[in-house]
């Protein structure tokens, strides 16, 4: 199988799955305890039905949309991931090279592989900064004053990973940083042996995010002991207000899917919120975004920015969360899949056939315009 046979979403998946091995392949590809909010998060999409327009005069279509003062040649940006360069050598580089080239929002994660200075600096495209909250103070307003300095464009609280979720399939093999692999998950990685040549000829892994208070080599701290020991599950509501007025800028939280929650988003000075449930990696059993964009736009979509992610595999989901009223909607595996088959060229690929899908969609709803999509054009089952 080759990057060109690659079409859609199920293509990408097949051949990272092909390329890499087990653990690191079920690390991208898993979810929390039974994956069921993992599956619900595509299920829902399926639950709604398009209602198209016709003879409308779509022969130009445009699909720019603002959001959080970022001007967007496309309605989906790249959200931020942890550990990209252990899929594919290029990592963060090639996933905000292909976001600059179609034109939308890229994310670094405070667990990313490539600093954010060389990406801000390699890219005008809007930049997102991904962080969590941790037990030392100094140490969040330290990453945000970086993160300032570097000229990043928005900064992302994650609030729904206070602790890690139960990943069963990483249990399983053995995953973590550094590699604690089980037998079997040292059988996987000896069938792949690509992956570890490319893996050993590169530039080594690092976080440098997290490089001056992480220690990561010898019995460094593993990925897990970093959300069990390092992260506050005591924060609250005054602890990210603080954050908002400190860092006095384009401010959003990352995982609210309450109404209570998207409201208090609002009062404390957050620009945008992203309904998220962390791809079902987190709480099992978590409510679909989809599910819940309505009733969140409803409550605050005139006073703050509202986006979404999970479970996004067409063009078609995502005309379906803007008719909803979300200002736009974040990719995660989407773009992961291609990074781990062939790095920045297949990330183009799938970021391109997604914008060629919109713009024929688009053309089929008859709509030219993605501020003309409204509920009107959905109905649910």
């Not at 940006?77 to 292909?98: D, I, K, M, N």
């Not at 860092?247 to 945008?272: H, P, Y």
């Not at 009223?325 to 056939?353: I, M, N, T």
């Amino acid at each position: 199988m080759r990057l060109s046979d690659c079409h859609n979403f199920h293509d990408f998946r097949e051949l990272a799955r092909r390329r890499l091995p087990g653990p690191i392949f079920d690390y991208i590809d898993g979810g929390a305890d039974d994956e069921a909010t993992l599956r619900q998060n595509t299920a829902s999409f399926e639950r709604c039905d398009l209602v198209p327009n016709i003879l409308r005069g779509v022969e130009n279509v445009d699909l720019s949309v603002t959001v959080m003062g970022q001007k967007l040649a496309t309605p989906f940006y790249c959200s931020p991931t942890a550990l990209q360069r252990l899929f594919h050598h290029q990592g963060e580089r090639a996933v905000a090279a292909a976001a600059a080239k179609y034109g939308t929002m890229f994310g670094v994660s405070s667990l990313g592989t490539v600093s954010l200075e060389e990406l801000r600096k390699a890219y005008a495209t809007p930049q997102v900064y991904q962080f969590y909250f941790h037990r030392d103070r100094g140490l969040n307003t330290a990453m945000m004053q970086r993160a300032k300095q570097a000229g990043v464009d928005v900064m992302m609280l994650t609030v729904d990973s206070i602790t890690g979720g139960n990943r069963e399939r990483d249990l399983r093999t053995g995953f973590s940083i550094p590699f604690r692999l089980t037998l079997g998950g040292m059988l996987q990685f000896a069938i792949k042996p690509a992956w570890a040549i490319n893996y050993v000829t590169h530039e080594s892994f690092k976080l440098p995010q997290l490089d001056e208070h992480v220690d990561m080599s010898g019995g460094a701290m593993s990925i897990g002991r970093y959300f069990t020991e390092m992260l506050d599950p005591a924060m609250t509501w005054d602890d990210v207000a603080q954050m908002v007025r400190q860092w006095n800028g384009q401010f959003c939280l990352k995982g609210v899917m309450s109404v209570d929650d998207a409201k208090r988003a609002v009062e404390i000075g957050c620009t945008g919120i992203i309904l998220s449930n962390h791809g079902g990696r987190q709480l099992d059993g978590s409510r679909a975004a989809f599910d819940q964009l309505a009733e969140i736009v409803d409550a605050v979509g005139d006073r703050i920015d509202v986006m979404m992610d999970g479970g996004i595999k067409r063009g078609t989901h995502v005309l379906k969360a803007l008719s909803l009223g979300a200002k736009a909607v974040g990719l995660g595996r989407f773009y992961l899949y291609p990074l781990a088959a062939a790095g920045q060229a297949g990330v183009e690929r799938a970021l391109g056939l997604l914008q060629t899908e919109l713009v024929r969609d688009m053309r089929l709803m008859g709509y030219s315009s993605i501020s003309q999509l409204s509920r009107t054009n959905l109905r649910f089952r």
